[in-house]
């Protein structure tokens, strides 16, 4: 199985703050790496899909990058409603695996 | 509109079998593959398995000899079965719609179910 390794776990930020969050496989996985936001008691909403590509619906400020092995999700102005939890996701193969999650909270 | 809404008992014995429904409205089974997560408590997400546009399976690897997913067209529902549980298989069930995305060349899960808690326990 591809393990997917999120950094960090969790992360404190204000609003209007930039942030980036890290997720690394196992192995090389080309651009088939997915980013889900998910609110205390729902489910995952996809933000990002392969790899750089934004959901419909999705606002702007979020932004993904990377190829092969490392890729980043960056908020370029966090506002209140993004904080939450986000996972990334591998779709090279199946299991079809997530990263453990980085919680991001109010600071 | 797509909605998916899972349904089933929200306590099962351990050894029994866990089984659940997901009830799809707003799109056709044959345009998607349709999946099964799961997220035991405080945790992160687990792929389960999922059932594709032409009707075959395929499953987590840890979950394999346990799991099976089918469907029922006629009533756009999508069902889960897992057999022997225990405590482990304590989670929040979500059925999800998995979409091919033309031009990435890839797929993600782009519309999710409300998920259902199911409790393993004696």
Same mark, same amino acid.
């Given at each position: ?13 204000s609003?209007?703050?930039?942030? *980036?969050?890290? @997720?690394?496989?196992?192995?090389s996985?080309?651009t ?7 609110k ?13 590509s ?6 702007s400020?979020f ?8 890729? *980043? ?14 996972? @990334? ?12 999650? *980085? ?5 | ?10 306590l ?9 429904t ?24 687990e ?9 075959? $399976? $395929?499953?987590?690897p840890?979950?394999m ?15 889960l ?5 225990? +405590?482990?298989?304590? +989670? ?11 031009? +990435?060349? $890839? ?9 259902t808690?199911v $409790?393993?326990?004696?």
């Open positions: 199985d591809i393990q997917m390794t999120q950094s960090p776990s969790s992360l404190s930020a609003v209007g703050d930039r942030v *980036t969050i890290t @997720c690394r496989a196992s192995q996985i080309s088939y790496l997915n980013w889900y936001q998910q205390p008691g729902k489910a995952p909403n996809l933000l990002i899909y392969a790899a750089s934004l959901q419909s619906g999705v606002p400020r932004s993904g990058s990377g190829s092969g092995t490392d890729f *980043t999700l960056t908020i370029s102005s966090l506002q209140p409603e993004d904080f939450a939890i986000y996972y @990334c996701q591998h779709s090279a193969r199946t299991p079809y695996t997530f990263g453990q999650g *980085t919680e991001l909270e109010l600071k | 509109q797509v909605q998916l809404q899972e349904s089933g008992p929200g099962v014995k351990p050894s029994e079998t866990l089984s659940l997901c009830t799809v409205s707003g799109a056709s089974f044959s345009d998607y593959f349709w999946s099964w997560i799961r997220q035991p408590p405080g945790k992160g997400l792929w389960v398995g999922y059932l594709s546009s032409i009707g075959s $399976t $395929t499953y987590n840890s979950l000899s346990r799991v099976s997913i089918s469907t029922d067209t006629s009533r756009s529902q999508l069902s079965r897992l057999n022997s549980v225990t +405590a482990a298989d304590t +989670a929040v069930y979500y059925c999800a719609r998995g979409a091919w995305l033309v031009g +990435a060349g $890839t797929s993600a899960f782009d519309v999710w179910g409300q998920g808690m $409790t393993v326990s004696s």
